[in-house]
């Protein structure tokens, strides 16, 4: 088969790899139907992270096409959106909530890799999720934006407790942030500040419910946030970008007592515990447990109550992923899908 490896830093390849096979029980092979370049992908290909010779790709749709000998929940046939990473959706901690810290967790990207034609999942009854029907191709791109930052974006708002009352910002205008802002409106947030310079993405951003947009940043960004909400912040702020900039902008704008959701992979990102100690927030975040969500996403999608899919804004065959990987570096996309 088919699939994406990056060889090393700006180095994107798609290459033949050995076809995925059963090697658990509790495995499935699925035929993936689209996948995506994730932002998080860009950090191994600017250098940020290492790379040698990595298989790519953690977000994924397909078709099951075989079943280890445990596997009950779906069938060979059944269209299924899986999680970034795997879990078995039955232990203690999976039971809480946290799937993403499941026991059995790996992360999809370092073991799987689903910029490709193929790929074994493990844990396949705890990490797929079957749709009700196969999905048309209007579809496709909104279930796929679910494996991951839709999911993703949810979790953030989850965890910064949005909903009706509250004031909500967003730091990041990526696929996540966008996301959040999606999400925010759909809990019932009265009111939702977007951080972004980019005009393509503000207008997306409000599409989703955005009704204020701050384009200022850092300490700037802080006061302009404190502006628009009587000197008081944000009652509920989703970190969605991961740097230093970013979070401590997230921190200043939640107001005493609010809620701060972090989604953003983070880099060398250095929390000064002071600051944090007399901000007086709450604070919940890290790697989202999608597959908590899914259910109820996947049905919002097929209901068509919500649309996801308007995050990719472009769309290229496998083939050409090189091309999408430089597309979303250098911010002439927002998301990328691929089709094998």
């Not at 959706?89 to 073991?111: L, M, P, Y």
């Not at 702020?237 to 007592?257: H, K, L, P």
Request: net charge negative.
């Amino acid at each position: 088969m088919r699939g994406v490896v990056m060889h090393t830093a700006g180095d994107v390849r798609v290459e033949e790899r050995e076809d995925p096979r059963i090697i658990e029980p509790t495995d499935a092979i699925i035929r993936v139907t689209s996948a995506c370049v994730c932002g998080s992908d860009l950090w191994p290909y600017r250098g940020i992270e290492p790379a040698d010779h990595q298989v790519m790709g953690h977000e994924y749709v397909g078709v099951v096409e075989e079943t280890g000998a445990a596997v009950q929940n779906v069938e060979v046939g059944d269209f299924v959106v899986g999680s970034f990473v795997t879990s078995d959706n039955t232990c203690e901690i999976c039971r809480s909530g946290f799937q993403s810290k499941c026991v059995h967790a790996e992360f999809v990207a370092q073991t799987v890799g689903t910029q490709a034609e193929k790929a074994r999942i493990p844990h396949a009854d705890g990490t797929l999720v079957k749709t009700p029907g196969h999905p048309g191709p209007e579809l496709v791109p909104a279930l796929l934006a679910a494996s991951d930052v839709l999911g993703t974006g949810w979790f953030g708002a989850h965890a910064a407790q949005a909903g009706p009352g509250k004031t909500v910002a967003v730091a990041g205008d990526g696929a996540v942030g966008l996301m959040a802002v999606l999400a925010a409106n759909e809990m019932g947030a009265d009111r939702i500040i977007a951080m972004s310079r980019h005009p393509e993405r503000q207008k997306l951003a409000r599409y989703y419910g955005a009704t204020d947009i701050v384009e200022e940043r850092g300490e700037e960004g802080v006061a302009e946030i404190k502006e628009l909400t009587d000197g008081l912040g944000a009652h509920s702020v989703i970190e969605a970008v991961g740097t230093q900039e970013s979070f401590m902008q997230a921190v200043g704008a939640t107001r005493g007592g609010g809620h701060l959701g972090y989604v953003g992979v983070n880099h060398d990102v250095t929390i000064p515990g002071i600051e944090l100690f007399f901000a007086g927030i709450h604070t919940l975040g890290g790697p989202a447990p999608v597959r908590r969500f899914l259910p109820e996403l996947i049905q919002l999608i097929w209901d068509r109550k919500i649309d996801p899919g308007k995050v990719f804004d472009l769309t290229l065959p496998l083939d050409q992923a090189a091309e999408a990987y430089e597309a979303m570096d250098s911010r002439r996309a927002v998301k990328v899908m691929l089709t094998p």
